[in-house]
């Protein structure tokens, strides 16, 4: 009794604290993010309401916020986003769109020193524009492009790498899954998260190209170019390209030029991508496999979803957030600094948790702390720790920790992209894949910099709708 007295005249703040330990602790041991969330959140909230009103009051509203909070959120009618997107993916991979997408960047690009590797980062990144996930962005040219870089003589491991470490391009290039959820969880504009997105992806696509090409120049034996294309087979190659740029254009018209919401524009793109693979022969088996890889995906997303929202509505019980952003504020050095520790912080996390799952633990908290240290909501640029207005740094924050969390997904030892990867292709084991994504984690460092030192390449196209 004497226990349950002295854990029931904890201070809010303090058991948030050893709720969030234990969580962490959970992760680190190999619980999965939505069952280790949902528990301790669960948990927190019989603690927490025990100490006001008595054990089993405290247990039963702990219960009717666990059985009402999942649903209440998730019928939230941004998150239809998430299947639609997905399956724009599968469907155009069944179709073969997404083979024809590679064999046209390999005809265009694949003259480059490291060519194989150059098409596919451009091929992954074209994907990525019809497929919100990366995980599948991944699994789908571990079967495409992995095969043709070994039959020329690349590395296994350079090999199985760059299609890992392209898979995360789907992070930033719209459509985006985990946009989305970041747009619901810090309360944004959907359609100027994913707005923000483009430029972006297409930078790091870019600084992806590059290294590859650096790693063939400097490198003996790297990866031999891909000559011998005339300009009428890489014009040849386009049309089959052409549907997968036709489902991008009506994204970015309903989008950013106002004609329908994210939800449409998403449904709408999946329905010329259905249309476009029935015309191409489509089989009913074919269709079958996309409708349910989509479902086990998106059953997977919406699960931690429901787990971490439980966990979330704890931290706002125990006011975890508001300390935190205190005393991020309170600290005695640069914001630019304190910026740069919190997304190390991510680096760290990305060991041991999926994209997803952690930032839906960590935006609750650390959210509030940023746009504090920013300044506030409704800050100038001109009066702004970063240079940026209270809404752009809201937008310019959440492409920089998109970008910072899709490292988990080749991080070891968590990193999904990698395990796919390994699974698709028997020849290439985990560690292969873990040494082939090694250089590119320079890639990324340098990408994020540059988003940092230069934000306007994130703002300028929501700063064009009106967001910023």
């Not at 003259?111 to 599948?136: E, I």
């Not at 703002?459 to 910023?468: E, K, Q, V």
Request: charged share 10%; proline share 5%.
């Amino acid at each position: 009794m004497s226990l349950f007295n002295t854990m029931a005249q904890m201070d809010t703040v303090t058991i948030g604290l050893w709720v969030t330990g234990l969580m962490m602790i959970l992760v680190i041991i190999g619980v999965r993010v939505a069952f280790a969330a949902a528990l301790t959140g669960f948990l927190g909230l019989v603690w927490i309401f025990s100490a006001r009103m008595g054990f089993e009051k405290g247990v039963m509203v702990a219960i009717k916020m666990a059985g009402t909070i999942p649903h209440s959120k998730v019928s939230t009618l941004a998150l239809s986003l998430i299947p639609t997107f997905i399956l724009i993916g599968f469907l155009a991979y069944h179709a073969g769109l997404t083979r024809a997408l590679f064999v046209a960047a390999k005809r265009w690009v694949g003259w480059l020193p490291g060519g194989m590797g150059v098409a596919t980062v451009f091929s992954a990144a074209g994907f990525a524009a019809v497929s919100g996930a990366s995980v599948a962005t991944s699994a789908v040219f571990a079967r495409i492009a992995v095969p043709e870089m070994l039959k020329l003589g690349y590395d296994k491991r350079f090999a199985s790498g760059v299609v890992a470490a392209s898979g995360t391009l789907a992070s930033l290039i719209p459509p985006s899954a985990i946009l989305v959820i970041y747009a619901i969880i810090v309360e944004q504009d959907v359609g100027a998260l994913l707005m923000a997105g483009f430029l972006p992806g297409g930078v790091s696509a870019l600084i992806y190209g590059g290294l590859v090409v650096f790693l063939a120049k400097t490198r003996k034996d790297f990866g031999p170019p891909v000559r011998g294309y005339s300009w009428k087979q890489r014009f040849e190659s386009l049309p089959g390209a052409i549907p997968i740029f036709f489902v991008v254009g009506i994204i970015m018209v309903c989008i950013y030029g106002g004609v329908g919401t994210p939800t449409e524009a998403g449904s709408l793109g999946a329905f010329v991508i259905l249309c476009m693979a029935i015309y191409k022969g489509m089989r009913l088996s074919e269709l079958k496999d996309a409708l349910m890889e989509t479902a086990k995906l998106t059953v997977m997303i919406f699960t931690i979803i429901w787990g971490v929202l439980l966990y979330v509505r704890f931290l706002g019980f125990a006011d975890l957030p508001s300390a935190f952003s205190d005393w991020i504020t309170g600290l005695d050095q640069s914001p630019m600094v304190t910026l740069i520790l919190i997304l190390c912080a991510y680096a760290v996390l990305g060991m041991f948790m999926d994209a997803i799952g952690m930032l839906l633990l960590t935006l609750p908290v650390v959210y509030p702390a940023v746009i504090a240290l920013n300044g506030g909501d409704s800050v100038l640029a001109a009066d702004s720790a970063f240079g940026i207005s209270g809404v752009g740094c809201s937008i310019w924050f959440g492409i920089i920790v998109v970008k910072m969390a899709e490292l988990c997904l080749i991080t070891p030892p968590i990193g999904l992209n990698c395990f796919v990867v390994a699974g698709v292709r028997p020849e290439c084991t985990v560690q292969d894949v873990f040494r082939g994504v090694t250089p590119f984690f320079v890639a990324d460092v340098l990408t994020i910099a540059t988003l940092i030192a230069a934000p306007g390449i994130v703002l300028w196209l929501p700063g064009l709708m009106g967001f910023t």
